[in-house]
């Protein structure tokens, strides 16, 4: 135990009760449990005299005033007690109840009686604050400084003599404080919290009593059963963990089951508000950190000196190769989704960059995921290492969130760049990537690179000749009533093959060959012609590139 010179009584029983020396020559005349607790003490005048509850009090009377007859109505109202002052042996010879009922003689009063359990209970009840406010100011003291919830745990373990774990909701192990008992290791104590936070069921989500409720396990360990204290931490009805205590042995008395109790109760407030502080902690720097790769994603510095300043805050290079992975799933922000819960997986992808010490920022950017990661530098032969850790991040990442969303996941990623000043430039190859998989229908990862023919067609379609070529060829379509563009787009897509297009379309064969006259005439190009397909199906790439790269750029100019 720690230096905390308060002494901790245990509850007052009826037993400690008749060990007074007022009581100590009093006798049985009807046995009951005698380690019930008691608070107070009521003549059997005043508690015989209306229905309130008795439960933990004592009733003290007269013989005559109490009666065998009286006990029912005291036991249905709870009393914990009954004292009778010269009780006559005949009339209570063949009492009949569950309540403790105790004779006690003439030379002790019914005032002195009650007098003696209101004492007794007043001063375990001082006891108890007196110890709670020291354990109290002992741990608040941590608080105030900031140490964080180990110090916080490795000081109850001093209060307490007990090893101390703390799981937060998710039962992982968040602390613990075992230095004094090296008999259990840090993964033992985890496992005994997560063993009686199990038994425990569901954390609740508020507190009906001032007190933090606390329970007690008995647990096996190491051929001998240990005592284990758990109580729920709960913060502004949000449920934050379990606090545990594990005894260092089964050899302890009720005494020390009270100190530690109280201890326990005391804790979890102040585990609680730490958790709170660290959780407001973590956000203010999310945010800050966010508000960073915003800037590199979109590149908001005003020139490399800005850069390199914020950068230098933030102990990220400048100078490396990085890449940029982006995540989007359909629905992704959905009814029942949160801020929280896309930070949570914007957290998971960050994780996932490896053991290196490699630089890695993500966060969350409108609808998407995104991740900056610095990747292997360019050599000068062989394979590109860098293009192809980034596509294998990529994979992994997708497999990783595919299994904890269900939804359907779209991966994309740019090529790598030199210098953090150019980080933007891979985010938008991967936010182009990004419009493309998903208007191609791509489930797997795919990469800027990977889609060679649009990104070989990418700087044509973006010429003054490349859009006034896809205008010129698909304006006369687009003007035309009937859906002409999307008839003429998929004849093509299915090379040409008049009976798959009119299923694919859903229409009668003879409306194709209608829709097909019509597109034909309207470009001035017979689209049986290989040729003309050709044509066709360019300028409708060009036209997709031109959209998807505008696009893109204004999201990455916006942000």
């Known amino acids: 135990m720690d230096d905390i010179d308060v002494e901790v009584s245990e509850h007052l029983t009826i037993a400690r009760l008749l060990e007074e020396q007022p009581l100590r020559h009093a006798w049985s005349i009807a046995d009951g449990d005698r380690s019930v607790p008691l608070e107070w003490a009521r003549s059997a005048q005043e508690a015989l005299a209306n229905a309130s509850d008795l439960t933990r009090t004592a009733v003290v009377g007269d013989d005559g005033v109490l009666t065998p007859e009286t006990l029912p109505v005291l ?5 914990a ?11 209570w010879a063949s009492v009949q109840t569950g309540l403790p009922v105790v004779g006690f003689g003439s030379g002790t009063p019914v005032d002195g009686v009650i007098r003696l359990v209101a004492q007794l209970a007043l001063a375990h009840e001082s006891h108890v604050l007196r110890y709670a406010t020291t354990v109290h100011e002992k741990l608040a003291t941590l608080l105030h400084r900031g140490v964080g919830i180990e110090a916080i745990c490795q000081q109850l373990e001093r209060i307490t003599g007990c090893a101390v774990a703390f799981l ?7 602390a613990v404080a075992r230095d004094q008992h090296p008999w259990i290791d ?10 009686v936070s199990t038994e425990e069921g569901a954390l609740p989500s508020a507190l009906d009593g001032h007190h933090h409720p606390v329970h007690e396990h008995l647990v096996d360990v190491l051929d001998h059963s240990t005592q284990v204290l758990c109580s729920p931490v709960t913060v502004a009805e949000r449920a934050e963990g379990w606090l545990v205590l594990i005894a260092a042995s089964d050899d302890h008395t009720g005494h020390d089951t009270a100190a530690r109790v109280i201890a326990l109760q005391e804790a979890v407030s102040i585990v609680g508000t730490e958790v709170l502080r660290t959780r407001s902690i973590e956000r203010a720097e999310e945010r800050a ?3 960073f790769v915003h800037a590199l994603l979109h590149g908001r510095f005003s020139n490399t000196a800005d850069l390199a300043a914020r950068a230098a805050h933030r102990r990220f290079p400048t100078d490396r190769r990085f890449g940029v992975a982006i995540v989007q799933a359909h629905g992704l922000i959905a009814e029942n989704d949160s801020p929280q819960h896309l930070a949570n997986m914007a957290r998971t992808a960050l994780r996932l960059r490896g053991t290196d ?6 966060a969350v950017v409108g609808d998407v995921i995104a991740v900056v990661r610095e990747v292997a530098p360019t050599t000068r032969s062989g394979s590109d290492k860098g293009s192809a850790e980034l596509a294998s991040y990529a994979t992994a990442l997708h497999r990783r969130l595919q299994s904890e969303t269900q939804r359907r996941l779209l991966v994309t990623y740019g090529r790598p760049v030199e210098g953090a000043i150019r980080i933007s430039e891979s985010y938008r190859e991967a936010r182009i990537a990004l419009s493309l998989a998903d208007q191609l229908g791509k489930t797997e990862p795919v990469g800027f690179l990977d889609m060679r023919t ?10 003054r000749e490349g859009r006034s070529y896809a205008d010129e060829m698909l304006s006369p379509l687009r003007q035309a009533t009937g859906d002409l563009e999307e008839a003429a787009r998929t004849y093509i897509a299915d090379g040409g093959n008049l009976t798959q297009a009119s299923r694919d379309l859903n229409v009668h064969r003879n409306t194709m060959l209608y829709k097909l006259d019509r597109a034909s005439k309207a470009i001035a190009q017979d689209l049986r012609d290989p040729e003309t397909q050709f044509s066709l199906w360019l300028a409708m790439k060009l036209d997709l590139l031109a959209q998807t790269a505008d696009q893109a750029a204004r999201t990455v100019e916006s942000g």
């Open 289 to 291: 950190r966010g508000n």
């Open 75 to 79: 036991e249905e109202r709870g009393a």
């Open 454 to 463: 649009h990104v070989t067609l990418l700087d044509l379609a973006l010429s």
């Open 357 to 362: 010490d490699r630089a890695a920022l993500s």
């Open 168 to 174: 937060d909701a998710t039962s992982t192990l968040q």
């Open 186 to 195: 840090s993964t033992t104590a985890g496992s005994i919290a997560r063993r």
């Open 81 to 91: 007690l009954v004292l009778v002052r010269e009780p006559h042996a005949e009339r």
